[in-house]
Every structure is written in C-alpha cells, then in structure tokens.
C-alpha cells in the first residue's frame, strides 16, 4: 500500500510525461526560460519522488528567449532500448506567431548523456512520441496558425518519424479539431483501439483533459460525449485547480494512473493566484465497460489523497510537514537539482566557490530586464508558506551595485531586497519592486557595516523581509509586499511558470563587482 499525497512534485513543475521501464517511475517537466532545462524525477513506489537531474544541462543555452519561452512540454518515452526525449524550444511568441523548434534526443540511460538533438520541423509545439506496436513512430502534436484571420491552434496533427534517416516525412495529418482550445496530445494503442488523450481548455482555470479514440491511426477520432476525464474548472473552491495536460502509465500489476498538472491557489481580496507555479499529481484511472478512461473513484475532480493497494486500517499517511535544506556551498559545485538559474549556467568565474571556502561569491551581472547575462541563483517554492535566509558579505559603492535576496517570477514581476549605496545613505537596504512596466523603490534602510543576516518571508499571498547583524535579533524590513503578484494570473500577460526565491547580484557598469553569499536555509510550512 502507497498513499499519493498530491502534489507529488510540489511548486513550479508542470506538464508532466511520465514512463515506467520495469520497476522504475519517471516524470519529465517543462522548464520554460530556466536552466537547466527538462527537469527529471524518479520513483520506485509513485508516492515518493526524487530529482535526479536534468537532460538539457551542459553546454544548452537559452540567451535571448522570451519570459515564458523556452522549454515547453517535454515527452519521454522508451522504445528500441533507449530513452527519448522530444521537446519544444519556444524562440518568440509575438501577437498571433511564434518561432518554435521541435527536438529529440534519445539515450541509454535516463540520467544520460543524451544525444545531440535532431530537428522534428517547427510546426506547433506539445509535440509526444508514438510508438505503434507495428514498429513504426510518430509524433503527434500542435499545429499553429499565425494567420490572424484563422484559429491559431488549428488541429493536432500526427506525422511519421524515420529513426534510421533521423528525420520526419515532412507530411502531417490532422487528426483531431475542436471548436475549444486542444493542446498536449499523446496517443496510445490499447487493443484494437488508437487512444488520444488531450489538454482542453487552456492553461488557466478552464483546464481539462478530455479523450477521443479511433479505430485507424490517422482517425477519424471520436470524442468522449463526458465533458472531461479530469477537470476542476466547475469546483473554484477545490484544493486542486487548473487540473490538465496529463498522460497514462501502466503499474506491472495493470493498474493505471493519470499524471497531470495542477495548481494550489492562494487568495488575496477573494481572488485566486497560483504562486506556486502549475504542479505534478497523480490519479487512478481505469476504462469503463465501454472502453472510456474515468477516474477510478468516480467524478471528475482531482483528488488530493489517492490510495494504491489496499488502505491501512489507522487512515491515510500523514501528508507533507515542514521540511528545510540548508547549503553551507562546501562542495565543488552549486547542486542543479536544487538550484537554478536564466536562460544559461552561470560561469565559474560568476559563481565562484573556490575562492573563499564555504562562501559563494557571484560577480554582479546584468540588470533585471535582460535575457542574457542576469548573475541570479533561484530555487523552487514549493508552499504557500517558506522562509529563506542567508548571511551577505557586500560592500557596493554606488546605486549601480546591488545585491540581496529577491523573490522572482519573470523580468517583469519580482520584489528584491538589495545591498546597494548612494551619495545620501551610503551603504543600506531598500526593497525595490517590479511589476509589468511600473518600478517603485521603499525608503533606505540603514544598517551597521560588515556582514548581515537577510530573511525572507512568504506568507500566502504576502511577503515581508527582516536584516540582523551576525549574532542579532532580527529587525523587520518596513512594509508587507504584493506575493499575488507574481503568479501567471497577474496582470494581462500569459505566463505559465511559477515563484522561485533566490539571491541575485547586479553591477550595471560591468567592473567586477561581487557578493558573498553563505550558510543559506530555506524553510517550507504546508
């Protein structure tokens, strides 16, 4: 017996592919504009799950990609002895186009080293392989239409994929078309019938997943009459919202779950806002006597706690307490699986722990608007409620020199407590604040020299910050900030990725300028 507390990959890990290979459970997830990209996790039980990695990671560069560009919706799969890996690299997304490339890499093992990518054309994105059990493959995805006078997603198409010449026919079929928005296709052959499991309603609270099937590959495909296998958009006040975009995996025993994403909202003046990010949960599903997937215990809501195998007599486990993971940077290297960054790995000569021993030193980089060159290490949020902390060794000598710890969704939406110094207030702390076009700036805050202690606290919808000098109670920070803000639900904007905190360092006159950052905690509180 397992107990699946949702959500099993918990803050900002969306569009889940998941795949068995004997015992062994794995999700892959969209990463959009971070790096490393293609987030990879493991699990032996579907209950308890682990980062492992990351398949694009060295060498894969995302400079100048747009704020949720990127990586969307990988597709991992296994077939021929090896994994694959196909993804969609979203270059600009301006009014009705977008440059997209489609990608597959292929490997013996999950944990790499993956192959050099071959191109798949860049006709849509959401993109997942088919293997048919004739030996034949395929791809299957969504075909985009940048004229302004036609719908932009114009169908799911399906083309063939020739493994020996590593490339598509170049021929797509549409296969299946909707009056509503269809996205994140992925196909099965279950008997004599072609299942396609689709993404309906966009990505926002009308999410859903709906399943249409055929007797013939190329269709015609019948949709389910049921409005959706899976959705949450009639239950606003349900724990779980935006329920979507998912795919099938089979138990050795026969059993079958549903992955999909799913969003925990915090309220701020009765409106929801999903700072955590779109996350990973899990379902048990099952064919009806006709031949259509249902949730195994009815409904169509997704549940919080699923139960695999039979319940202990005592009830369900206990879900997730607080837990804490501290990095006192003693190692050779910064731990990807915790930390990340934009759009590139930073350089060693950025981010430097040889330097000074069990201190990271990051030389200051571009400002908050750039695509490029931004020196800034963020980590997932994973609750509504988290507290980080670390000590800051910085001595900037003008306002163009900053550093500090910030909450950050995209260049557009952040709040950072900046280390910084003017004219007037020589060293001190303000909090400056992004959001859309608007900058706004708190009053300095003075503090003593040498190194300081910096909180940050989130608290649902509200974030506060607190100083200490080593060895000193904490003094708050004046003024309670705007964490609703930065959620894709925010403002006019489609965004589809999450809340990180993190610790960031500008030198906007490029002098190498550096910070030193130690002994950082990072709490959660469900």
């Known amino acids: 017996m397992a107990v699946i507390h949702n959500p099993v990959l918990r803050g900002f890990n969306p569009d889940p592919s998941i795949l068995r290979v004997g015992d062994d459970y794995y999700i892959a997830t969209s990463t959009f504009e971070f790096h490393p990209a293609v987030r990879l996790h493991h ?15 060295d060498g894969f560069d995302l400079r ?12 991992l799969s296994y077939a021929e002895g090896k994994f694959w890996l196909a993804y969609s690299i979203v270059r600009t997304m301006d009014g009705d186009d977008k440059d997209i490339d489609n990608y597959l890499v292929t490997a013996d093992a999950v944990t790499g080293p993956w192959s050099a990518p071959v191109h798949l054309g860049s006709r849509g994105f959401d993109f997942s392989f088919f293997h048919d059990p004739d030996g034949t493959h395929w791809i299957v995805g969504v075909q985009w239409d940048q004229r302004p006078e036609h719908p932009s997603f114009s ?23 909707e ?50 296998v899976l959705t949450t958009r009639d239950a606003p006040g ?40 779109r996350e990973t949960c899990l379902q048990r599903v099952e064919f009806d006597a006709d031949g259509w997937l249902r949730l195994a215990d009815g409904g169509h809501h997704a549940a919080v706690e699923v139960v695999l195998g039979s319940p202990p007599d005592d009830g369900l486990d206990a879900s997730p307490g607080a837990r804490e993971w501290v990095d006192e940077f003693d190692g050779t290297a910064l731990d990807s699986r915790r930390w990340t960054t934009l759009r590139a790995p930073l350089p060693h000569d950025v981010a430097d722990l040889a330097v000074r021993p ?91 020299d040498g190194a300081l202690r910096l909180r940050t606290v989130l608290d649902g919808p509200e974030l ?12 708050a920070v004046p003024g309670v900030h705007p964490a609703w803000t930065l959620s894709d639900d925010h403002g006019p904007r489609l965004r589809f990725t999450g809340l990180f ?6 030198d906007l006159d490029g002098r190498g300028w550096t910070a030193d950052i130690a002994s950082v905690r990072l709490r959660f509180t469900p």
């Open 43 to 57: 699990s032996t039980d579907l209950a308890t799950w682990s980062t492992i990695g990351h398949a694009l990671d």
């Open 64 to 75: 100048g990609i747009p704020d949720s560009g990127g990586v969307w919706a990988p597709s």
């Open 155 to 177: 169908g799911l198409v399906l083309e063939q994929y020739l493994p020996d010449e590593r490339r598509t026919t170049g021929d797509a079929t549409v296969i299946h078309r």
């Open 179 to 228: 009056d509503g928005l269809v996205e994140g296709p992925n196909l099965y052959r279950l008997g004599d019938w072609y299942y396609l499991l689709i993404a309906a309603g966009g990505t926002g609270w009308n999410h859903g997943i709906t399943l249409a099937r055929s007797r013939d590959l190329l269709g015609p495909y019948e949709r389910d009459a049921r409005e959706a």
């Open 238 to 277: 349900h724990p779980l919202q935006k329920a979507g975009h998912g795919e099938l995996v089979q138990t050795p025993e026969g059993d079958w779950l549903l992955v999909h994403l799913a969003s925990r909202p915090t309220l701020h003046l009765g409106e929801r806002y999903s700072t955590l990010g």
């Open 358 to 448: 069990g201190w990271l030193r990051l030389r200051g980089g571009h400002s908050t608007a750039s695509v490029f060159d931004q020196s800034m290490l963020l980590t997932r949020v994973e609750e509504h409620r988290a507290e980080f902390e670390f000590v800051i060794d910085a001595e900037p000598r003008s306002p163009r020199e900053a550093a500090g710890p910030i909450a950050w969704y995209d260049r557009s939406g952040w709040i950072w407590l900046q280390v910084t110094h003017d004219r007037d207030n020589g060293r001190h702390l303000r909090v400056v604040r992004r959001d859309g076009s608007t900058t706004t700036r708190s009053a300095a805050v003075a503090v003593p």
């Open 464 to 475: 506060r910050f607190a100083w200490a000098g080593i060895g000193e109670e904490w003094t």
């Open 501 to 506: 905190l993190g610790v960031r360092a500008d």
